[in-house]
């Protein structure tokens, strides 16, 4: 009789200990589990931010001087223009883009007389990284021109074939903003050919 109580109390120590045993390794496991998908879960949290096009749409004002003949009757005065490029096309220093620009030019001599320049121009781009987010870039290409002139009542419009080249830098502001200047230079192909050269500045946003 006294080795059956032994053998039953000795059972019933056995079930507890191994109840316990299994409750613990269960209680051990749960935290591990909870770590494992806190450490999966963190890889999602931090996506990398999603890459710019290098597409650029800028507005641009400045100072317009007329060379040549236009020089002598024509004084300085500003023009504005507007800017869509896109730069280091696939990761290469080259791009492409377009500029159309406006400026009026007082004539020096007669209080009713002007001749407004409109150009459109296509160009590409060469840009080169100077420091971190601070680009320098050389553009050219062939456009052309609207001259539109008035002395009184008087007015005529002719086109002309134009050519230009420039450069500047701009500065990338938060991977979207743009801010710049550049200097550009312009030859017009008319009957008395002329020129131009002018400074912007500008600012737009980058996509």
Not at 31 to 53: A, F, Y
Not at 158 to 165: E, F, P, R, W
């Amino acid at each position: 009789m006294k080795l059956k109580t032994i053998a039953l109390m000795f059972c019933v120590i056995t079930c507890c200990s191994y109840g316990f045993a299994q409750n613990a390794k269960v209680q051990q496991n749960v935290p591990l589990k909870k770590d494992i998908r806190i450490n999966e879960q963190k890889p999602s949290q931090e996506q990398p931010s999603k890459p710019v096009s290098n597409a650029m749409l800028l507005l641009s004002g400045g100072y317009f001087k007329a060379l040549g003949t236009e020089a002598t009757m024509l004084d300085p005065s500003w023009a504005i223009k507007i800017m869509l490029k896109q730069d280091n096309i696939e990761n290469t220093l080259f791009g492409f883009g377009g500029d159309i620009s406006y400026t009026r030019l007082p004539d020096n001599t007669y209080t009713n007389a002007y001749i407004i320049y409109s150009t459109v121009l296509p160009y590409v781009t060469a840009t080169i990284q100077l420091y971190k987010s601070i680009m320098l870039q050389a553009k050219a290409g062939p456009g052309f021109t609207v001259l539109y002139s008035k002395i009184n009542e008087v007015s005529d419009s002719s086109l002309s074939m134009t050519i230009a080249g420039g450069g500047g830098m701009y500065g990338i502001i938060k991977q979207h903003y743009i801010l710049g200047i550049e200097a550009m230079y312009c030859y017009y192909f008319q009957i008395h050919a002329s020129s131009s050269v002018s400074l912007y500045g500008y600012a737009g946003y980058m996509f």
